[in-house]
């Protein structure tokens, strides 16, 4: 089983669309979580840090389940820019980061 | 949030060569982490930079092949040795940012083995 695991993509989406991504990972003494954002040919760059109450920024709500050991990202009404791969990324132990293999999102006009 | 200066952006090199990556922080950070993209792969985190010490290497990845320097809190390298097609990869190097808890990383190295 591997440490982090996503959703397969590729979610195909209309520009307004509501999507969720999910993701579980295997170390249950995990300390961080967070979603990247990588767009094509790019570093990976942070979209939020995911808390166990629940976190919102905009558009985009991040949730962790401790118990489940399960993470989502909700994103509503997207953009065309939205347009990425999303990584869901786990801190097991401190300071080095195992990522999951991605979910592509592709938003249509 | 730091910014991290990598290169080369890109390059093309023979087999049997080698390539050596170079990171610059703009600011002083205990640890740097370099990081191989497969291609359609996610992330794998090669090793672990600690200033004074040798770096920490994952399972999979060995010093012979990949040897880091890190002579000070602002920059590291890596080298890819004795290349062979399946080197072909991005390479990224990351710090953690205590500060706001996020990792950034830097804009990657593209390398093609030929």
């Known amino acids: 089983r591997k440490e982090v695991e996503q959703d397969p993509g590729p979610f195909n989406v209309p520009e307004g669309a509501t999507v969720a991504f999910n993701c579980t990972y295997s170390?249950?003494?995990?300390?961080?979580f967070f979603w990247y954002r990588q767009d094509c040919r790019k570093e990976p760059k942070l979209l939020m840090s995911v808390y166990s109450s629940g976190n919102e920024d905009g558009r985009f709500t991040a949730q962790l389940n401790r118990a489940s050991q399960y993470i989502s990202l909700l994103i509503r009404d997207s953009k065309l820019s939205d347009s990425a791969t999303y990584l869901c990324v786990v801190n097991p132990r401190g300071g080095k980061l195992i990522f999951g293999q991605g979910t592509e999102l592709s938003v249509k006009p | 949030s730091a910014v991290i200066s990598q290169k080369p952006s890109r390059d093309i090199c023979q087999r049997g060569t080698s390539l050596t990556i170079q990171c610059q922080v703009d600011s002083q950070v205990t640890m740097m982490f370099w990081y191989r993209q497969q291609p359609g792969q996610s992330l794998t985190l090669i090793a672990t930079a600690n200033q004074g010490s040798e770096a920490t290497y994952e399972s999979g990845f060995v010093i012979d092949k990949f040897p880091i320097s890190r002579p000070n809190l602002t920059f590291s390298t890596l080298t890819v040795s004795n290349m062979s097609p399946e080197d072909s990869s991005i390479y990224l190097c990351?710090?953690?940012?205590?500060?706001?808890?996020?990792?950034?990383f830097g804009s990657g190295t593209r390398l093609t083995v030929v």
């Open positions: 990351s710090v953690n940012e205590p500060t706001n808890y996020g990792y950034t």
């Open positions: 170390n249950s003494a995990s300390q961080s």
